[in-house]
């Protein structure tokens, strides 16, 4: 095995919290990039792709262990990495070529030196003709080229991008993926590496010579596998679709280990969160998924629809879904025990049927008892409620434990969702201008068991 480019040896990210809790957002984990590959790295929102990303490159540091670079440990920003973002990031007051040029003019590169270099970049991705347009002039996918071509001007050894395509619209975002294929197989790249984060599955197996997928809350490594398929990749391959259903269903059961079928990950096995016990503790307040209670029925109604039984897969695509549009709502529906996960596929259980078939009102009573039954954070909201006299206690009682365990963004996005279902199920209530969660037969700060209106 060679020396690799790149090298993360238990690296860690967490945030210290006012007591002796800690917040942690990537688990222990080892990962390596070497040459001649491109890396693309999967997984759930919240589970830490982005920072990992920024300490790879150096632009954020790790809470514990070390990032190395040709084997000499990284304090600061990497000089021979270029990132491209999602959203462009290109100066609206400079031309195209001013654009690609402004890293080189910050490096002390002579203007001749790097007009003649940003030329070169410019005709390579395609854009040749458009030197002197101005961002406001160009599509979302010739200011993504713009984007490519600054990075790849500087001559990176190593090239991060984070989910380059996803604001790009379906058409135009095949198309950058070919182009980025040719550039790199035909070696016009100055690169010696990719390394490419990603929520979209077809995308990772299309582009990948290695892909690693990791698990959330904490962020830690779940599988780390090489690809077994020659480009150009067809996705209609029986071996593509084992693979991408492989993908899924270590994305869909986090619980549960999974092994890619014939030739498996590059370990032989799936790779766990590395080396410490911290890595698999599980949260005290299981993570809620951010889907609303509509979303949750309408998903249900189309697995009826569907005979009961559908690959997650194939009913994103169907739906011209992104995975991570479609999983939060299928793990919603798995969590309140609508919904069984095997094997990549979703299938309706008696109690999810028994909901799709019933009015309004039933399904509400459906909806209520599963929560009380699986949702461990809905159930000790309503009983702190009916513990207090008033039935009613303020937004930062919740927030204030939870922070303990989550972000300050996930706390807020855990407490928008309970109030979502809580409100369907009618356990609870919310007052947003007051802040107070309140049982639906009461007023924040009203007496008990006074009707608003009424004399005493």
């Known amino acids: 095995m060679p020396d690799p480019l790149i090298e993360a040896r238990q690296v860690e990210k967490f945030y210290d919290q006012p007591s002796d809790n800690r917040i942690q957002v990537i688990a222990p984990l080892d990962l390596a990039i070497y040459s001649g590959e491109i890396l693309t790295l999967l997984g759930p929102s919240g589970s830490g792709k982005s920072t990992l990303l920024r300490i790879l490159t150096g632009l954020s540091p790790a809470s514990s262990g070390q990032v190395l670079w040709h084997g000499s440990p990284v304090n600061g920003p990497c000089e021979n990495v270029s990132i491209v973002f999602q959203s462009f990031a290109l100066f609206p007051w400079l031309t195209v070529i001013e654009n690609v040029e402004a890293p080189l003019k910050a490096r002390g590169i002579s203007p001749g030196g790097r007009f003649a270099r940003s030329l070169r970049v410019l005709d390579a991705v395609g854009l040749d003709g458009f ?113 991408v259903d492989y993908i899924y269903q270590v994305l869909t059961q986090p619980d549960t280990d999974h092994v890619l079928p014939a030739t498996g990950p590059a370990s032989g096995s799936p790779q766990p969160a590395s080396g410490s016990p911290q890595s698999d503790r599980r949260p005290k307040y299981p993570m809620l998924p951010h889907a609303r209670t509509g979303g949750i029925a309408g998903f249900l109604e189309i697995l009826a629809d569907h005979n009961g039984r559908e690959d997650v897969y194939r009913l994103a695509d169907l739906l011209s879904f992104e995975i991570d549009d479609l999983l939060p709502i299928v793990e919603g529906a798995a969590l309140l025990g609508f919904v069984k996960l095997t094997e990549g596929d979703a299938e309706i259980t008696p109690a999810g049927l028994e909901f799709t078939h019933a009015d309004i009102l039933r399904q509400k009573e459906l909806f209520r008892n599963a929560a009380l039954e699986h949702v461990a954070l809905l159930k000790q909201i309503k009983s702190a409620l009916e513990s207090k006299s008033d039935h009613t206690l303020s937004d930062e009682f919740f927030h204030d434990i939870l922070d303990e365990h989550f972000s300050e963004e996930e706390t807020v996005r855990q407490l928008e969702t309970a109030i979502n279902w809580g409100r369907y199920a009618e356990l609870f209530d919310h007052d947003s201008e007051r802040k107070r969660f309140f049982l639906p037969e009461e007023t924040p700060g009203d007496p008990p068991n006074v009707e608003v209106g009424t004399e005493t």
């Open 131 to 243: 030197e002197n347009a101005y961002p406001k002039e160009l599509s979302g996918g010739m200011k993504q080229r713009v984007g490519f071509a600054r990075a790849l001007v500087v001559e990176p050894e190593v090239l991060f991008m984070d989910e380059p395509f996803s604001s790009l619209d379906v058409l135009t975002a095949e198309n950058l993926r070919s182009e980025l294929l040719e550039l790199w197989e035909d070696k016009k790249m100055p690169t010696r590496a990719v390394f490419i984060v990603t929520h979209n599955i077809e995308e990772a197996v299309l582009l990948g010579d290695r892909i690693v997928v990791l698990g959330k809350n904490p962020g830690r490594i779940r599988t780390d596998f090489r690809v077994d398929l020659p480009r150009p990749r067809d996705r209609k391959h029986p071996r593509f679709t084992r693979i």
